[in-house]
């Protein structure tokens, strides 16, 4: 049996609402893990328990992760500390505040965050229970002080399952307060969401089945008024609608005749979704493996960033076996169990959800129209006129390092270096008189794609290195990729006393259009450019004309 297959069997088991250690502890994925990650963890409470129910969870989303634990340790020393790829404090906050108010506990938290946050660069989680919302507020703002650092709300989690968080009985003889039937849910939430969130590049879209995924029966057979929207394929229709509206693209891959799927759409007004919501349809009795590779190549994402969900397990075997880095879910005959592994699945869920994220369908839909218009004119500056592009350099954004790390993380195709700095290292960078962080921001009249660019440099002695260099797919096609990079290094300050920029490479899977981009600037062929550093002569830049029919402004 597959690895694939195996982990749709564990679906039910994983997903259901309320898992059990026994079940989770029978799950059994194999030796498929292909991507290991090691935890330190900081705690004054026991968290191996809730560690090994996680381990299935990890196993699905072909983790292999390693649980460094601290000795219990109230006052946070970090002694011993080994390079890790996250640090979990793991905190029981009756500890603290049996003996201080909130404020001061607070206060002394931030102090060693700040330590914390000096000896390292991974991302940090501080997870815990608080006793309202004014403190779950508090402790938000508390870690927004730092750079990639994030409050994970044990308390939350525990109340939105109806699950008691605590149980004192247990206190002594575990090491922990946290109950028996809260640490399978705290384990699913570690494993799903917050490792992921601060790890993995995120999912950007779901490629979903029809018939008998998003709703009971088959269209050809049932007819339009046939098919049933059970109330667990309608609260799988409303989630999927929430996270299109959080920015993840949707995409429908069905065997059907497409008048047919439109007709279904337009008359069943009880579907939450909508066919306007679907940023691709591959509406065909073709291989889905070639649709779901036309669905990234639409999206302008790469095929490891689809969530493929269908009903048939033959079918998901069949795609992953021919686009292996596509995810995928079985959607179960209970819808409910679909939407919550939709909801779980790794890398989908989001610390948080930005202005951008929001904006990125409304932008997709918008490239369908500029693409029509480009077809319409031969001259491109016309092109562009007509669209009234307008880019924004910003040589200091210190309001937008957040979502420069998030760019940083998700961008494939046009990632010079593929460093993928977090926003510390981002941070630590702005902070340096010898670096600098900048980006772009792209809009027109169609659409505000918001930061679509982030250039990061750093000079050593007459060089000014580009650390890393991305533009969002969302930007490309336009021909503005000269403009965006040229322009933004012209202008940093850096840039004034180097002679000459070296842009820093990495060869990826999928970074070919960067890679050309900067041959054709070397006057090479894209095949021999070498990893590493690779010099553009200051003057070549300063010859550079940026295209006249876009207005460029500084901020």
């Known amino acids: 049996m597959s690895s694939t297959i195996k982990r749709m069997e564990g679906q039910p088991t994983l997903f259901t609402a309320r898992p059990t250690r026994l079940s989770l502890q029978q799950l059994n994925f194999g030796e498929d893990q292909q991507r290991a990650v090691r935890v330190n963890v900081w705690r004054n409470h026991a968290l191996e328990s809730i560690a090994s129910l996680a381990q299935p969870y990890f196993a699905f989303g072909r983790w292999q992760v390693t649980f460094n634990f601290g000795d219990y340790d109230d006052s946070l020393m970090f002694a011993g500390r080994e390079q890790a790829d996250i640090e ?14 909130f404020t001061s506990w607070r206060e002394w938290l931030l102090t060693r965050l700040g330590v914390l946050r000096a000896a390292t660069t991974a991302p940090i989680i501080v997870a815990t229970w608080l006793q309202s919302d004014e403190q779950h507020q508090q402790m938000q703002a508390l870690v927004d002080t730092l750079p990639d650092i994030y409050f994970a709300d044990i308390g939350s989690v525990c109340a939105a399952a109806g699950v008691d968080l605590l149980d004192m009985r247990i206190a002594v003889a575990t090491g922990s307060p946290v109950s028996n039937a809260a640490q399978p849910l705290l384990a699913r939430k570690l494993a799903c969401h917050w490792l992921p969130a601060a790890l993995s590049p995120p999912i950007k879209a779901l490629a979903l089945d029809l018939d008998n995924t998003l709703h009971k029966g088959i ?31 949707l995409a429908l891959v069905s065997r059907n005749e497409r008048v047919d799927v439109e007709d279904l759409f337009a008359q069943r007004e009880d579907f939450p979704l909508k066919w306007d919501d679907f940023a691709a349809t591959e509406i065909s009795w073709g291989d889905k493996a070639s649709a779901i590779a036309r669905v990234a190549q639409a999206l302008r994402i790469a095929p490891d960033a689809v969530l493929f969900v269908d009903d048939n397990i033959g079918e998901l075997a069949a795609v992953t076996s021919q686009l292996p880095q596509v995810h995928a879910i079985h959607a179960h005959e209970n819808a409910e169990l679909t939407r919550r592994a ?3 699945y790794p890398a989908l869920w989001r610390w948080k959800v930005t202005a951008d994220d929001v904006k990125r369908n409304q932008d997709m839909k918008a490239n369908a129209l500029r693409e029509s218009l480009m077809t319409e004119v031969t001259d491109h500056e016309e092109y562009l006129r007509n669209l009234q592009v307008t880019l924004v350099f910003n040589h200091s954004p210190q309001e937008h390092l957040s979502r420069l790390a998030d760019l940083c993380k998700k961008t ?46 750093e000079r050593h002695g007459d060089l000014l290195i580009i650390e890393e260099l991305c533009i969002s797919c969302r930007a490309l096609g336009r021909q503005l990729e000269d403009t965006i990079v040229l322009w933004t290094i012209r202008n940093l300050p850096q840039f004034q006393s180097c002679e000459q920029v070296c842009f820093r490479v990495q060869h990826g899977p999928r970074n070919q259009p960067a890679v050309t981009w900067l041959a054709g600037h070397l006057q090479v062929a894209p095949d021999t450019v070498q990893e590493g550093l690779n010099g553009i002569p200051r003057h070549a830049l300063e010859q550079f004309t940026p295209v006249q029919s876009v207005q460029l402004i500084e901020e």
């Open 219 to 249: 269209l050809g057979e049932d007819g339009i008024q046939g098919v049933e929207l059970t109330p667990q394929h309608k609260a799988l229709q409303e989630s999927v609608k929430a996270l299109q509206q959080k920015g993840i693209f």
């Open 88 to 101: 979990l404090l793991w905190l029981d906050s009756s500890r603290y505040l049996a003996n201080t108010d």
């Open 342 to 344: 939709v909801e779980f």
């Open 412 to 457: 494939n195709q046009f990632n010079l270096a593929m460093r993928r700095f977090s926003l510390s290292e981002l941070t630590e960078r702005h902070q340096n008189e010898n670096s600098c962080v900048a980006c772009v921001q792209l809009k027109d009249r169609l659409s505000d794609s918001g930061i679509i660019a982030v250039v990061v440099a």
